[in-house]
């Protein structure tokens, strides 16, 4: 009986160790491909695809990054971190992620969540008073944008709807130009600070009312000061010690140090399809991360990253909030991130919905293609996007740095469509 009651209890401590076991907290090679279920032969593809790609000038470098279960099957460079010196891509170079950045000051606000710092209906002139009564935008005079109509919105402003980008904030607003309501779209090389942005964004008349629309916009920005009122801490400083550091990403930031600075890849430009890749015009954009005033942090667009570094994000959210050894948030948590919290809009023209802080492939969706329905997915405006699908335990990633860019599908969504054809 006794040797029955050890037995019993070495079987349990096995099933709660073998639980654990199961949540990779590390990304390692796997032997083969097919230890994991995905074809070498067919795996192949993806080179043939983007070499072809970058001997045609079609892009001037590619990362790709797919792992199952935590089992790395293709992590490779192609191309050249700078095309004039011909200088080649190395797998650990950094790209500018844009909006890519909404997803880890997602996990870090809803850390602060967990906490019980706020309600996520709550409206967000609780903790930023600027937004107390939000005016919607009626009619403005096309030759003088001073001379704008507006009325009261219908509702404040929740925490939930910043998540979501329902609240009816956007990027391009007609009013811009004016300098009560100019801001920073994605990044800055002047002296601007979060909490002055923060409350131009507030000034700024809304285009929709509160939780009637999906409209993409600087909402994550407004939760990244949301960050430093609840914690009392500066933005950067609250990613790097609660999120970025215990989770390794050891690459990522939104200014580069000096001794990392020969990574950042230079950032083209190929607007049409006929058009040649030439060197980005916006010196801002090129050179935000390693030169200016480096006092803006944006929560929406701002980070720039490895793509082996936001690999370890994708699989955190993929573990339900673990990774390295380190549980940031709970299960429950990151299953309501995947929740539709959009109602009955759609993502644009794509039939998906939006959760908090990411994407959610749907069945009916004209955008994920084959992925599976549930998939999260986002991407960032120089070309970059993951994919964390959970029913194949998978996560996929491929960054360039290219914008305006003709080819986006032709990078994102063609490396989507021949990561699953490689399945078995």
């Known amino acids: 009986m006794k040797k029955l009651s050890i037995l019993i209890s070495f079987l349990f ?37 983007f070499q072809e790609i970058i001997d045609k000038g079609i892009a001037p470098n590619i990362v790709t990054f797919i792992a199952k279960k935590g089992k790395i099957v293709h992590y490779k460079a192609f191309g050249y971190n700078n095309l004039e010196s011909k200088t080649a891509l190395k797998k650990d170079d950094i790209f500018r992620i844009a909006s890519q950045s909404k997803l880890i000051t997602t996990v870090g606000l809803l850390m602060l969540f967990e906490q019980g710092k706020f309600f996520l209906d709550e ?17 403005f005079d096309e030759k003088d944008h001073s001379k704008y109509i507006t009325r009261p919105a219908k509702s404040e402003i929740t925490i939930r709807q910043l998540l979501s980008h329902s609240a009816g904030i956007p990027y391009e607003h007609a009013l811009q130009d004016l300098p009560e309501f100019k801001v920073p779209f994605f990044c800055s ?14 000034a700024r008349p809304l285009v929709a009312d509160p939780g009637t629309q999906f409209v993409y916009g600087l909402n994550t920005d407004v939760l990244g000061r949301l960050i430093e009122v609840l914690s009392g801490m500066s933005f950067d400083e609250y990613l790097r010690k609660k999120v970025l550091d215990p989770l390794g990403m050891n690459d990522t930031y939104f200014y580069l140090p000096d001794a990392k600075a020969s990574r950042l890849v230079e950032l ?33 667009a701002g980070l720039l990253s490895t793509i082996e570094d936001y690999a370890k994000m994708c699989q955190f959210i993929l573990n339900k909030g673990e990774f390295n050894g380190k549980r940031l948030l709970s299960r429950s948590t990151v299953e309501i991130m995947g929740r539709n919290q959009i109602g009955e809009s759609f993502v644009w023209d794509r039939q998906d919905k939006f959760g908090l802080g990411l994407q959610i ?64």
């Open 13 to 49: 401590l096995f099933l709660l160790t073998g639980v654990k076991a199961q949540l990779p907290q590390t990304l390692t090679f796997a032997k083969t491909p097919e230890e994991v279920g995905f074809s070498s032969e067919r795996l192949q593809r993806l080179d043939t695809h």
């Open 268 to 300: 083209y430009s190929k607007g049409n399809v006929n058009d040649k890749l030439s060197v980005h015009e916006n010196e801002s954009y090129r050179k935000y991360a390693i030169s200016g005033a480096k006092s803006y942090f944006s929560g929406g």
């Open 123 to 139: 409206p967000i002139s609780k903790y930023i008073p600027a937004f107390k009564n939000p005016k919607i935008l009626v009619s």
């Open 189 to 202: 090389t002047e002296k601007d600070l979060l909490k002055d942005v923060v409350d131009k964004i507030a």
């Open 361 to 424: 492939i749907t069945p009916e969706s004209h955008y994920g293609d084959n992925a599976t329905a549930g998939s999260l997915t986002w991407g960032g405006m120089y070309c970059s996007e993951y994919t964390i699908d959970p029913k194949e335990e998978t996560i996929m990633l491929v960054f360039t740095n290219v914008h305006p860019y003709a080819h986006y599908s032709e990078i994102v969504r063609k490396f989507r469509i021949l990561v699953y054809q490689a399945m078995f």
